[in-house]
């Protein structure tokens, strides 16, 4: 069956070339990338127990978690959480399968409490944090669609994924600026520094003004001179990385809600703001390709925990990004591509309703020339569609 993949060309200003851009990342440690976090990793090692038990991965979806803040005591040289961070761990996985029961609360547990362990290094996750897993039977009908198919899964809902290519300067500015400061190596450098890294970038024109929030470990910090020193640090760091992306004048601010003559500053005992009444859901923060970007096309799927054999939302928002880069690196004469994909309940995922490839063409360049190409990409790629699931599994594709 020929797969419905339109490619054309569209008129309309390029990003890099429009006067305002947004562009927005929620660090790792920020509570609404945990809760996407700690969805993916319950889902992940779900994929990984049915797998080890059964050889295939049955049907779940783990994409309801939420974290409700604590609270936490705080003053340069110490920190403590006097209320637990409370996460719930909610949404359907099987848990019977013929004779045999799936211990699928228990896997749940440890792998959120192993996420939150590797995430956060200042959390003592069992002191800290109460877990407390409410996950819940599959519906019937959708255990339906999941199981029906023994070649190509079946595509469980009617949903769409987008994706776009090449990043601008202030895309890639604001994912690797927080990757650097969530880096091994730069908390070895900068131990005072959390987790809960926000970044927000606005150009314009040709000037970029990073705005990043970096939670302090207070027991770290063990007074305000030593804040601002920090604080200045981290600013000259931003600023070398800055260097190396783009060529435009960029404005790094730190911590701007800091009064120093209060003594009024960003600390933590623990690196998030979750420790003190700031909550988290899956599908709040980042898109799937770690970014927040109203300039471009983007879907509201909360794609985390959801699984990767046959939820469309989750499969086609991480295989368009794929294509749309794929098509950016490889055809000639492209300046902008946006991939989308649509779904429709029931259908092999490899064959979505429409495949949609929208151009931005440099001059000279022409539609019919490139076409066939694009055409090319588009089809291998959901010809091989399954290899989204097995990268995922491995822990190679993330979500936020």
Do not use: W
Not at 71 to 85: L, T, Y
Not at 128 to 144: A, C, M, N
Not at 214 to 228: G, N, S
């Amino acid at each position: 069956m020929s797969r419905k993949i339109y490619v054309e060309q569209v008129t309309r200003t390029p990003v890099e070339e429009q006067q305002i851009e947004l562009v927005e990342r929620k660090g790792v440690g920020h509570p609404d990338s945990l809760a996407d976090g700690m969805a993916d990793a319950i889902s992940r090692e779900l994929c990984r127990a049915y797998m080890k038990e059964f050889g295939v991965v049955l049907h779940h979806n783990t994409d309801q978690v939420e974290v409700v803040g604590g609270k936490a005591e705080v003053d340069f040289g110490r920190g403590e959480v006097v209320k637990p961070i409370y996460v719930l761990l909610s949404g359907r996985a099987t848990m019977i399968a013929g004779d045999r029961v799936v211990p699928v609360h228990r896997i749940a547990m440890k792998a959120a409490r192993d996420y939150l362990s590797r995430t956060l290094r200042n959390i003592n996750v069992e002191g800290d944090v109460i877990l407390d897993s409410r996950i819940g039977q599959g519906s019937t009908d959708l255990i339906d669609v999941f199981t029906r198919s023994k070649e190509m899964p079946l595509a469980n809902d009617t949903s769409f994924g987008v994706g776009f290519a090449p990043l601008s300067d202030v895309e890639r500015l604001c994912y690797t600026v927080e990757r650097e400061l969530n880096s091994d190596a730069f908390k070895e450098r900068y131990p005072e520094s959390g987790e809960d890294i926000k970044v927000m970038g606005l150009r314009e024109g040709d000037r970029i003004v990073l705005t990043i929030s970096v939670a302090m470990i207070a027991r770290k910090v063990p007074d305000i001179d030593h804040y601002i020193s920090v604080v200045d640090d981290i600013k000259e760091e931003v600023e070398r990385i800055a260097s190396g992306i783009t060529e435009r004048e960029v404005e790094v601010n730190l911590n701007t809600g800091d009064d120093y003559e209060r003594k009024a500053v960003y600390l933590t005992a623990t690196g998030t703001s979750a420790e003190m009444g700031d909550d988290g859901s899956v599908g709040r923060g980042n898109r799937v390709n770690g970014l927040i970007t109203p300039n471009r096309h983007m879907s509201m799927e909360a794609a985390a925990g959801k699984n990767p054999v046959n939820h469309v939302g989750k499969i086609y928002n991480l295989l368009a990004p794929r294509i749309a880069q794929q098509v950016a690196e490889e055809v000639a004469g492209v300046k902008e591509v946006y991939v989308r994909l649509l779904s429709q309940i029931g259908r092999p995922i490899d064959q979505p309703r429409a495949a949609s490839v929208q151009l931005i063409l440099e001059e000279g360049t022409s539609l019919s020339s490139i076409q066939q190409d694009v055409h090319s990409i588009v089809d291998e790629n959901l010809a091989n569609i399954r290899r989204i699931t097995e990268l995922f599994i491995k822990g190679e594709l993330t979500t936020f």
